[in-house]
């Protein structure tokens, strides 16, 4: 497949039903394509009635990923933060403690932000993924990041993506958050520099200034 | 010599300003006013590689991946202390994907234990034993599960008191002479002295040695403070853990580096494989923090290169968490003993140190030089043991000694203040002579209201409030050996460039600042390539050094570029360079305000298509270079805590700093916030939550981890208030200096204190937990 | 982590045809051929990525339909899905409204990310997270090996251990939600491979270590739980939840207490009282409710319905404070029931 990214079209209501996720393997290149709905026949008459094995051996699966569809050549114990960071080079998705502790792998799943490294890549299924890499849109920063940028709230910016995840859920969900909000919201974000009184500061005024 | 004199800013604005002669080299750039005056210094300028840390573009040395790159595994010990009889790597040579595996064979030097064999002496859990390069993470770790070691074990000691014991088990039978790696563990010996696992004493640091009659001391004094403090082992915990990525190509040893310093870097790799130091380029362009701990090339540098070497391709190693903990560094824990004397009135008239402490197998676990210089005392004596056990490396840790120095002395001195029946603030005014400090504590007392501060203990209710404070003194340390490149090109593009790294403190940012300032241009205008040993020798980050020693040079290249322009514009203009200038990006004249130039159209005047040039610093000026290249200086800080306490359960929180400080010329005001906001929060860390939980009866450590290896995260985090105060010394061509390791210094003891003041028990341990307060509070039976 | 093949469950006749293992089985004698389940996969993954496990196969039972479904009716009670996540359950209303104890232990569990992981089946159903069982160096007797490190008076690091039965295992069991969930005298329903169901109380489910090493809940290989359920509580039942830790933000229990009282006027007509982190299974203290029946709620009663609960207490070498701090928050608790 070649490796060509467009413009995505990351409204596209069109899920991928679980067979056309997992291909077989006979594809290995990783790749992506953009997710429209020429791109696949998905027919939601294509679910799956009897259980599947993988593995464990590399499968080529597809993914959603901000907006575009990758393939990509993967075991059953391949994590979902090492296929981003290894597979797909969307290294913005950083692993710090590899067991769910410190947040700095967090990802969106359909929205929700999850721990990228305590999750199989199989584990997405046809959920939509977004990373890091995925919140600036054509090129536009998100307030939040903004406001991160304005505010200093990065030291070594290792935790940074992983604030950037939880602060922008946060705004994006609770226009009028406060301080005890972005707390809660980073409450599993290790951040080792001490930047936290400058995130709080920066994710209220990214909030003010979305309202 | 050529020398010109000029008169600088002197003092503190606002409390005591004047100006000074001094007479500098005659190259020097002019004098800069203090910063009211300028235009980006001083200032909140956004970090210029925000951006990219913030979309998730920045790359890190972890994130590297370069074609046909391979992932390694390290193989570590997992008994504390053994003799290798042999080493099976039969069935991990044979796993699909594995290239290569390396193991480290005994290299017998001067001064090791004799009886060792093929494979070196293990001496802790955690000691790297060999690596496996593989096509992927999982499998080389796969490998290294399938590697046997077979050890004979020896018996081994890992809690400091215990290997103080005569008898017990020896963990170097010879001296030893590992120091700490990196950064400032002040005075050292050479591991030779003591008797069994007790190395030492350092008795001196730079600041000298003993002084005066202890005896006498004593004898003078009116009331005597004895007391003993305990600190605990703390491992610095990075979010981006140690490592490198090794291409050794036949011409050329590239190493991208999570490191604090490359050129140290650079020159252990060179020396380690006897390359010339022009045939290793290390580049660190993102580095995800360090703390002291990343100086070196340590043994994942040479493994990796060694794994590349074998296999001909770039090799990718990263510590785990795990490995990361167990060792790559920690703090050394303490046993301090101190006593102070002082007379009825308050002055101090003796004051004695003993501590001991552990760096696992290394040595440098010193209290520092808070106990001999924050205070004036005329009798003064120290003793600083080194305890070797059976556990990781110590390593530098913001302020080396001097964090775990300043929570026994500052808790002294307000027991001292209480037996004296004094504020224990303006006990501090009666005793302390540095002037920035004194206004740090008037200016941070209003801000903090420390009026509303009463008697210990006396709250009423469950949850019982406190107010405390600590203080500290950081020298002002610069490494000479600094170097900086300024180029303008003929497009109007301005470039910086060093060795120098940014390991998030924001160097990147303060040096574009500086080169703005000067060519008198916006920060944008200016591009940084820093974190390359290609490029000029910077210092390494660490004894807070890099401010002072990076931006001087920054300066004066951008100074002697300017100056080279500037001619060209003056020999088109017919008239003298040293009447033009440059301001908001346009050349000007002092003499015609019609002559007008905009800085890019001035760049193409240029004969080549640069001018480059490539400057490093003078001696301070006024004369107060030390011989190894150090200067004095007080960069001093008072912080004040408030806490508050549940004596039913013992939980602790800090509801709010104040941290006041001083770093000469502050730069960048959101980077020294964040910076002096980082150092608190470390600070809170040690005194209530993190600790490295060994097991003595198997060497190992229990809490390897992020969740169960304890720091703050958000809720923890106190309402803090900084205050910079501006001094001007007049020492540099910008005057300015780092904040990293004052910010670290003086919390957890203005923690302590602030907990002694809610409760009326004095807790001389850290870290205080619900445990200990219950305790403290004889609630425990 | 090992390599393993991955088996997408579409049913619970499916998933339990595949499974050959529970975790803890693996744990205390590990083969080379578990099919495991994972739901959430947290701590499922955590032992494999520990290599204290190494399944063969993964059986995933995420996706199973019909799992993860809320629902409350006022006579018949809360019936929670298996696979029905923490973040669910924490935004639910009919929990906060009836259940409140319950909701408060939800919102002190873990963090936003992994409460959007974790499921409510895998929550109860995992493992202690004694850092003696959970090390790869440290063959303890629930690994099947011959000695308690933690208890050892001298070396063992049991600080954050058990002071109440801990005769045989002196180890935390890790959910807090099940101190809520035992307290609501929740019950689990259990389906196994013959298609049979079950319903066993919280305090029938979760096994003490003298009663077998090494499990800590009933649960057998070819069992599944397929939801947890919850009697309507009374009209003038109220409830508490208070969790003590050492850091607010995201920490493991030092002690947390679920107390939910039937009320009449200001007397306790009944109480249900259950200690998490005092045991190595979350413990009801029949001593502090037996203290509390037929008493009025007040501080003098409730201090000595804690006092009685810390009379069975046996603190090791290093935990000793915990039986202040539990006095503290189980008093504390009961005075919030007015």
New interface residues.
């Given amino acids: 497949m070649e490796d060509k990214k467009q413009g995505a079209d990351s409204n596209s209501k069109k899920g991928i039903s679980r067979r056309s996720f997992i291909r077989g393997a006979g594809l290995s290149t990783a790749g992506s394509v953009l997710l429209t709905t020429n791109a696949f026949a998905f027919g939601s008459e294509e679910k799956l009635t009897a259980g599947k094995e993988f593995g464990p051996g590399a499968t080529t699966i597809q993914m959603k990923i901000n907006g575009m569809v990758e393939s990509l050549s993967v075991e059953p114990r391949t994590t979902l933060a090492a296929a981003l960071r290894d597979h797909l080079e969307l290294t913005g998705t950083k692993v710090v403690c590899d067991r769910g502790s410190c947040s700095a792998c967090t990802v969106y799943l359909d929205g929700k932000p999850v721990n990228s490294c305590m999750m199989s890549v199989f584990d997405v299924g046809d959920k939509e993924i977004t990373t890091i890499e995925g919140i600036a849109k054509n090129g536009e920063l998100h307030p939040v990041q903004e406001a991160f940028i304005e505010h200093d709230a990065s030291q070594c910016g290792y935790c940074t993506p992983g604030m950037v995840m939880s602060c922008v859920h946060l705004v994006e969900n609770n226009t009028n958050p406060t301080l005890d909000d972005v707390k809660n919201a980073t409450r599993g974000n290790l951040c080792r520099c001490g930047t936290h009184p400058h995130v709080f500061k920066a994710t209220l005024a990214a909030a003010n200034k979305t309202n | 010599m050529d020398t010109r004199k000029e008169k600088f800013p002197y003092g503190i604005p606002g409390h005591n300003l004047s100006e000074i002669e001094r007479e500098i080299p005659i190259e020097e750039p002019p004098v800069w006013p203090i910063n009211d005056k300028l235009k980006i210094i001083g200032k909140r300028v956004n970090r210029i590689d925000a951006v990219d840390k913030v979309t998730g573009k920045a790359k890190y040395t972890s994130d590297m991946k370069l074609p046909g790159m391979l992932y390694a595994k390290m193989l570590r010990s997992k008994v504390p202390h053994a003799a290798i009889k042999s080493i099976d790597i039969s069935e991990a040579k044979s796993l699909a994907g594995v290239h290569a595996i390396y193991l480290i064979e005994n290299t017998q030097k001067e001064g090791e234990e004799k009886n060792n064999g093929k494979f070196p002496m293990v001496k802790y859990v955690g000691q790297p034993l060999g690596g496996v390069a593989a096509d992927s993470l999982e499998i080389a770790k796969d490998a290294i599960s399938l590697i046997k070691v077979n050890y004979e074990e020896k018996p081994f000691v890992i809690d400091l008191e215990a290997a103080m014991e005569m008898d017990a088990p020896i963990v170097f039978d010879v001296p030893i002479t590992r120091q700490a790696d990196g950064g400032d563990v002040g005075e050292v010996h050479d591991g030779s002295k003591g008797q069994g696992n007790v190395r030492g004493p350092s008795t001196s640091s730079f600041f000298g040695g003993p002084r005066g009659d202890l005896e006498q001391g004593f004898n003078e004094a009116d009331i005597i403070v004895e007391k003993t403090y305990r600190t605990q082992v703390q491992t610095h915990m990075p979010l981006e853990t140690h490592g490198v990525v090794v291409d050794w190509r036949p011409d050329m040893m590239m190493v991208y580096a999570s490191t604090q310093n490359t050129n140290a870097v650079r020159n252990e790799m060179a020396s380690i494989f006897g390359l010339p130091k022009s045939k290793v380029r290390v580049v660190c362009d993102f580095m995800g923090g360090g703390f002291g701990a990343k100086h070196s090339a340590g043994s994942f540098g040479p493994m990796a290169a060694n794994l590349s070497k074998k296999t001909g391709r770039p090799v990718w190693l990263m510590m785990d968490r795990q490995e990361e903990h167990i060792a790559e560094g920690n703090r050394p824990n303490s046993i301090q003993y101190l006593k102070i004397g002082a007379k009825k009135n308050g002055t101090l008239t003796a004051i004695q140190q003993r501590s001991h402490g552990t760096a696992g197998v290394g040595l440098g676990a010193g209290v520092g030089r808070i106990a001999q210089v924050l205070y004036p005392c005329p009798n003064f004596a120290t003793e600083q043991y080194d305890v070797l056990t059976n556990a990781g490396p110590g390593a530098a840790w913001r302020a080396p000694g001097n964090v775990q120095g300043a929570f026994g002395l500052e808790q002294a001195i307000d027991e001292m203040a209480e037996k004296l029946n004094m504020d224990p603030l303006k006990y501090r005014d009666l005793i302390d002579k540095s002037e920035v400090r004194k206004i740090e504590r008037q200016r941070g007392a209003k801000l903090f209201n420390w009026s509303r501060r009463q008697p210990a203990g006396s709250g009423k209710g469950l949850v019982k409030k406190g107010l405390g404070v600590g203080q500290s003194t950081w020298p002002r340390f610069v490494t000479l050996d600094s170097s900086v490149e300024v180029k303008i090109h003929n497009d109007g593009g301005v470039e910086i460039r060093s060795s120098v790294q940014d390991i998030g403190t924001g160097t990147k940012t303060i040096l574009a600042q500086v080169v703005a300032e000067e060519l008198g241009l916006q920060v944008n205008d200016i591009t940084v390539n820093i974190g390359d040993t290609f490029f000029p020798v910077g210092p390494g980050s660490g004894g807070s050094v890099v401010t002072g020693s990076i931006t001087p040079p920054t300066r004066n290249a951008a100074f002697e570029a300017k100056t080279a322009l500037l001619k060209l514009v003056a020999k088109k203009w017919e008239t003298d360079s040293s009447e033009l200038f440059i301001e908001n990006g346009q050349v000007g004249s002092k003499k015609d305000a019609n002559l007008k130039m905009p800085f890019k159209e001035a760049t193409k005047l240029m004969r080549t298509s640069q001018i480059s040039k490539i400057a490093s610093r003078s001696d301070d000026y006024g004369g107060f270079q030390q011989p190894w290249g150090l200067a004095y200086g007080d960069l001093g800080s008072v912080q004040f805590a408030e806490v508050s306490v549940n004596t039913d359960t013992g939980f602790v929180k800090v509801d709010k700093i104040v941290a006041a400080h001083s770093c000469g010329r502050p730069l960048n005001i959101g980077q020294l916030e964040s910076q002096i906001n980082g150092g608190v929060i470390q600070g809170i860390s040690y005194a209530l939550y993190e600790n490295r939980i060994m097991d003595t009866g198997t060497g190992h450590m229990m809490n390897a981890n992020v969740d169960q290896y304890k720091v703050p995260y958000s809720m923890e985090i106190p309402e803090i208030e900084t205050l910079i105060v501006e001094e001007y010394s007049a020492l540099s061509s910008t005057d300015a200096y780092g904040i990293g390791e004052p910010a670290n210094i003086a919390t957890a003891a203005a923690v302590a204190n602030a907990v002694y003041n809610a409760i009326g028990v004095r807790l001389h341990e850290i870290p205080i937990t619900p445990s200990s307060i219950l305790k403290a509070l004889n609630k425990v039976s | ?11 619970i006749e ?2 339990l045809q ?1 499974v050959n293992k529970t975790v803890s089985e693996e744990l205390y004698q590990s083969t080379n051929n578990a099919a495991v389940f994972k739901s959430g ?2 701590d499922v ?2 032992w ?2 520990e ?1 204290l496990i190494n399944p ?3 059986i ?1 039972i ?2 199973i339909p019909g799992l993860d479904v809320i629902s409350y009716d006022a006579k018949d009670g809360l019936r929670i899905g298996s696979n029905v996540t923490l ?1 669910e359950m924490a935004s639910n209303s009919d929990i906060k409204n009836h259940y409140l104890a319950l909701h408060q232990a939800i919102n002190h569990a ?5 409460r ?2 974790s499921t409510l089946g895998g929550n109860i159903a995992q493992r202690n ?1 004694c ?2 069982f959970r ?1 790869a ?2 063959q303890c007797f629930r690994k099947s090996g011959d000695r308690c ?1 933690a208890r ?1 008076s ?4 049991n ?1 954050n251990h058990a002071i109440i039965d801990n005769g045989s295992c002196v180890s935390l069991h890790a959910s807090s939600i099940s101190t809520a969930l035992m307290a609501f005298n929740a019950s689990v329903v259990i389906v196994n491979s013959k298609g049979e169901k079950k319903k066993v109380l919280m305090d029938d489910f979760f096994v003490s270590a003298g009663q077998d090493i090494a499990m800590e809940t009933i649960l057998q290989a070819k069992e599944i739980i397929t939801e947890i359920v919850l009697p309507a509580p009374s009209k003038n039942t109220k409830s508490y939840y208070i969790k ?1 830790v ?7 229990s ?1 002690g947390d207490v679920a107390v939910v009282i039937e009320t009449s006027g200001d007397t306790c007509k009944s109480a249900s009282i259950v200690l998490g982190a005092a045991a190595p299974v979350p413990y009801r203290s029949v001593q502090a409710q037996q203290a509390m029946e037929k008493k009025s709620i007040n501080n003098t009663n409730a201090m000595a319905a804690a006092e009685a609960a810390m009379s069975v207490a046996r603190p090791l070498s ?4 915990k ?3 539990f ?3 189980i008093s ?1 608790a009961i005075l919030k029931i007015t």
């Fill in positions: 982590m090992n390599k393993f093949s991955w088996y997408e469950a579409t049913s499916d998933a595949q996969g947290i993954f955590d494999v990525k290599g063969q196969k993964i995933n995420r996706n973040a873990a963090t936003p990310q992994l959007n992981m997270r850092w003696y090390s160096d440290h490190f050892h001298e070396t063992g690091e600080e003590q050492a850091r607010e933000s995201y920490d493991w030092l290093k935990n000793g404070y039986v202040p701090l006095k503290s928050i504390e």
